[in-house]
Each structure stands twice: as structure tokens, then as C-alpha cells.
């Protein structure tokens, strides 16, 4: 069995409800929910002038390879409505991996990397991440997910959501 974090996500239409058609999604074709964190905002990353995003990180057990992982995650994202227009831009739902049990990938076919080349740099996912798994050890940096978020040079505000909200 492999552990796999994704990170989830969407700024467009009704947010939540994307994320929890995603988290079924994924559940459904790619394996178990072993946990979800809280829910997150912030500001959009990258491209700003759009609405704050949602995120939040899953923990998932499953039988399939990363690239399997990777592919599936690409069908939900399709089948929920995602168009990909612009890098960085809005959009309804996102699914990315950010880890594969410890392993590194690079992969060019398909466009896989895992651990996610720029996860230590984005507060909106060291902080559900940190809820998760704050010992987790980055395969590649070799620091734990807390000293990660401790060190970020992001400075977008992340607020974490009650439970109702």
C-alpha cells in the first residue's frame, strides 16, 4: 500500500462544494481518505488579482502508482469542470500530489514530480500540511514539514476555516 498527500483546492463557483466532490472523487477512484486537514484561505499565489483560494491536504492510502495517481487526479479535475487557461489563474477545482511515500520522482512522461517542486515555498500548503504530518521529513530537503513552514518565504496570510464556515 502507498501513502500519498494531495493537496486540493479552487477559488471559482461553489468552493466547498467542489472540494468535497473532489475528496469523493478521489476516495472513489484512487484510494482511501486517511485523513483530511481543516480547510485554508488564502490569497491567490502567483497571479493575485482573482478571488482567495481554498486548500486543504488529504492523506491517502492506495494500491496505485504515482503516475496512475497523477493521471486520475488530471481525469477528476477534468470531469469536475477544470479548464486550463492560465498558469496560476482561477479555477474551480485543483488537484495537485505533493508526496508518494518518500520517494522522489522525476518523471517527464508523464510531468511528474513529486515531492511538488515548489511545496516548500507556499504557505497554503505547509499550513495543512503541518496540521497532518508536522514531523514529516521532505525526501529531498531533508527537514520536517514544520521547520519548512517555519523557514517559507511566502508571506500570504493563511487562515484556517472553522469546522461550519
Not at 97 to 109: E, M, V
Not at 120 to 133: D, G, I, K, Q, V
Request: neutral net charge; hydrophobic residues 40%; contains cysteine.
Amino acid at each position: 500500500m502507498n501513502k500519498a498527500y494531495l493537496l486540493i483546492g479552487g477559488n471559482l463557483g461553489a468552493v466547498k462544494t467542489n472540494l468535497q466532490r473532489a475528496r469523493s472523487e478521489i476516495s472513489r477512484r484512487i484510494g482511501r481518505v486517511l485523513a483530511a486537514s481543516s480547510l485554508y484561505q488564502t490569497a491567490a499565489w502567483g497571479l493575485e488579482d482573482q478571488p482567495d483560494f481554498l486548500n486543504q491536504v488529504l492523506i491517502i492510502q492506495s494500491e496505485r502508482s504515482a503516475a496512475d495517481m497523477l493521471t486520475i487526479m488530471l481525469q477528476i479535475e477534468q470531469d469536475l469542470g477544470r479548464v486550463r487557461k492560465i498558469k496560476n489563474g482561477p479555477r474551480l477545482i485543483d488537484i495537485d500530489l505533493l508526496f508518494y511515500n518518500d520517494q522522489i520522482i522525476n518523471s517527464t512522461a508523464p510531468d511528474l514530480k513529486v515531492p511538488h517542486p515548489l511545496l516548500h515555498t507556499r504557505n497554503f500548503t505547509l499550513y495543512p500540511l503541518a496540521e497532518l504530518s508536522p514531523e514529516l521529513v521532505h525526501p529531498v530537503l531533508k527537514k520536517t514539514i514544520d521547520a519548512l513552514l517555519k523557514e517559507c518565504p511566502d508571506s500570504l496570510q493563511v487562515t484556517r476555516l472553522a469546522q461550519d464556515e
